[in-house]
């Protein structure tokens, strides 16, 4: 007992009055990235051991004055020398945190006040039963001895350079992955919520797009899980130098799919040609980086090269989609959006790792919530061109089905909406006309005034018949100067009052052709479904045969046609 009191005091006389270099962690409480209480020394050659380390003379060691050691890609190691205290008079079992998950090389020294010397190695070079506990990032428990230990950390890794180290209390760590394992939840559950939802829609629609972009979203998910340490914690426990590998190829892959998904999505083999032969290219490109780096540059190379990919095929992309959307495809906004926020959060995360910018928790995520932002406008950019395809679709069938000069039904619409009616009339015994009429002596007014007169007849009795008829009802132009008016709950008498208030305003209707004025007339027939007849066809042909009735009895008027019987 009197000698750990000795050595506490012997402790607070070494803060008040030794020569400190650097502050005193007290481990009474947790404290997360501690890099400012840290001084840092760079070994160049990555072979110095821990006895030369603490020869040097102390001078070498710079402070780190930051709360997170960053550098940009090096074969350098670096040393850290920081000093905790125990104020207890019994030894405090701490957790030792490191971040990010992709460290190569973590070996933590800790020197006890009674000289003793414990030393532990982790990184994701070694097997994931080196951690303390089972957890994504590299993690190491310890028991500091009371008094005053020296620590001394060793870091070396072939990915970007970012140290973030914390020491904390085993519970009050774990209960603070409570909040962290929902948050990674919501975002992994949402990204394959995602990619299960479009994959349905690629199964029931077969466009390509939908495929190719599940397969975007199956390899950022699997980027962005062996970065943050997921596939080394479930998949390759056992395999570190698949887990290294795993890295930087996910980042190769996940930049084809990008640019595959960009050039289908973007419709760049139709539209833009050349477009799309530098993207293929690009392709291509990636693909042979990716290989010939990883035969004869190694793991170093083939990382650096990954990451370059990974910035220069977002700003390829960013252009290509500004130049399409300027050129009119309403599809590529979205697109262009979620392009710029990956960008964005690339260059800020590319700069923070080589400390072109300060650390922060945001500036070194910002490729994350910038993919994140991504991927979600990308579903809506997906949404958005599905939409336009639909009303494209509907638009070509509109067309499909209107007679282009006078804007009625053409025969194509009359078979299937006719066949409908019918059907219907028959469900519910209803009541259904039909009116055909014809304009009188069409051929002379070709003859006499042109074709083009003829069209603005033809167009202005369809206005008539428009403006007559109901919401309800269909006018149909048949061919030629053959109209036909389609009369869903509607009697004889009903229809005859239709027709001759059409056949009044044409024969009102005054034309003008070449400083000559004149008038037209039409001739009607109608008939009722009489509740025996079973096709609208033999409607129809009652209402032709009241048409030529009229036109041999002088035509410019009115009939009905019953089955059994004249009106």
């Known amino acids: 007992m009197q000698k750990t009191i000795f050595l506490v005091l012997f402790s607070y006389l070494s803060l008040l009055y030794g020569d400190v270099q650097s502050k005193v962690l007290d ?9 400012e209480l840290m001084l840092e020394y760079e070994d160049t050659t990555a072979n110095m051991t821990l006895s030369e380390i603490r020869h040097l003379p102390s001078e070498v060691f710079t402070p780190l004055n930051k709360p997170v050691a960053s550098h940009p890609f090096t074969n350098a190691a670096f040393w850290y020398k920081f000093r905790v205290i125990n104020n207890e008079n019994r030894p405090l079992s701490r957790l030792i945190i490191f971040e990010p998950a992709w460290l190569d090389s973590v070996n933590f020294t800790v020197i006890s006040s009674q000289g003793e010397v414990k030393t532990y190695q982790g990184g994701d070079m070694y097997p994931y039963s080196k951690r303390a506990i089972d957890y994504y990032l590299i993690n190491f428990e310890h028991s500091f001895e009371p008094g005053i230990s020296t620590v001394y950390l060793q870091v070396k890794t ?18 603070k992955q409570i909040d962290a394992a929902t948050y990674i939840g919501l975002v992994y559950g949402g990204i394959i919520a995602m990619l299960f939802y479009n994959l349905f829609l690629y199964l029931g629609t077969k466009a390509r797009y939908y495929a190719y972009y599940v397969l975007f979203l199956g390899a950022f998910f699997g980027m962005n899980a062996s970065y943050n340490g997921y596939t080394f914690m479930y998949l390759f426990p056992n395999s570190p130098s698949v887990q290294n590998w795993t890295q930087s190829t996910s980042i190769y892959f996940y930049v084809v ?16 040609h050349t477009l799309y032969n530098i993207t293929k290219f690009l392709i291509f490109g990636v693909i042979g980086v990716a ?17 370059i990919s990974i910035l220069l095929i977002s700003i390829y992309l960013f252009i290509i989609a500004l130049y399409i959307l300027l050129k009119g495809n309403r599809s590529a906004r979205f697109f262009l959006l979620g392009t710029a926020s990956g960008l964005i959060g690339a260059f800020i995360t590319a700069l923070t790792v080589m400390s072109y910018i300060p650390y922060t928790y ?11 932002v991504d991927v979600v406008l990308l579903s809506m950019a997906l949404a958005d061109r599905m939409k336009m395809t639909q009303e494209k679709r509907v638009i070509a069938e509109k067309e499909a089905k209107t007679d282009i000069l006078t804007g009625l039904y053409n025969r194509r619409a009359y078979y299937e909406i006719s066949h409908k009616e019918f059907q219907r009339l028959l469900r519910h015994n209803r009541c259904l006309s039909v009116i055909m009429f014809d304009i009188d002596h069409f051929k002379e007014i070709n003859d006499s005034y042109g074709h083009g007169a003829g069209d603005n007849v033809l167009k202005c009795v369809a206005k008539i018949v428009k403006d007559v008829i109901r919401e309800y009802d269909y006018a149909f132009r048949m061919g030629g100067d053959e ?8 009697n004889e008498q009903q229809a005859l009052f239709l027709a001759e208030r059409i056949r009044k305003r044409v024969a009102n209707k005054k034309f003008i052709e070449k400083d000559d004025k004149f008038f037209i007339t039409a001739s009607f027939g109608i008939s009722q479904y009489n509740h025996i007849e079973r096709s609208i066809e033999t409607i129809v042909k009652r209402a032709d045969k009241a048409l030529y009735e009229v036109k041999e009895c002088g035509r410019n008027s009115v009939k009905v046609l019953y089955r059994f019987h004249r009106v």
């Open 257 to 272: 799919t990008v640019l595959i998904f960009a050039s289908s999505f973007l419709n760049l083999f139709k539209y833009h």
């Open 158 to 175: 072939r990915d970007p350079f970012i140290v973030a180290l914390s020491i904390m209390d085993k519970v009050a760590f774990l209960a």
């Open 291 to 307: 290989v010939l780096s990883a035969m004869f540059g190694g793991y170093y190379y083939h990382v650096i090269l990954a990451f």
């Open 27 to 35: 481990l009474s409480n947790s404290h997360y990235e501690i890099g």
């Open 483 to 490: 109209f036909l008016v389609l009369l869903p709950e509607t």
């Open 362 to 372: 945001l500036t070194y995520k910002a490729i994350d919530l910038g993919m994140y």
